[in-house]
């Protein structure tokens, strides 16, 4: 069984970093793709950021330019770098992984305040 645990969540003020993390179990990470999904309190998860096995990324326009998505198959572990941070940017955060399968975490709480 693959268990991701993000960690990297936290209070900022408006046009602050915060870089999440997320470590998964287990010896497939590198053949997964991966990806970071949010949703805030009222509206529906979201993608994004996401990057293939191979390195290739995809972001959801709202986070264009701002936030970079990583991954280091060395240390199963994947990245999602935010600067620039905005209010409407608050939500949990979940790192997900999907291949033949899909896995998630139990996510984690970022909060801008303006």
């Known amino acids: 069984q693959v268990q991701l645990v993000e960690s990297g969540g936290g209070l900022v003020h408006s046009g602050g970093s915060l870089r999440l993390s997320c470590r998964a179990s287990?010896?497939?990470?590198?053949?997964?793709?991966m990806g970071w999904y949010r949703q805030a309190p009222g509206k529906q998860r979201e993608l994004v950021a996401s990057?293939?096995?191979?390195?290739?990324?995809n972001y959801a326009d709202s986070v264009k330019g701002r936030f970079t998505i990583s991954r280091d198959n060395a240390k199963n572990t994947g990245y999602l770098q935010m600067n620039s941070l905005k209010p409407e940017d608050t939500a949990v955060y979940y790192c997900?992984?999907?291949?033949?399968?899909?896995?998630w975490g139990r996510g984690t709480q970022v909060t801008v305040s303006s």
């Open positions: 997900s992984m999907w291949l033949s399968a899909s896995y």
């Open positions: 287990g010896s497939i990470f590198s053949v997964y793709a």
């Open positions: 990057i293939s096995s191979g390195g290739s990324t």
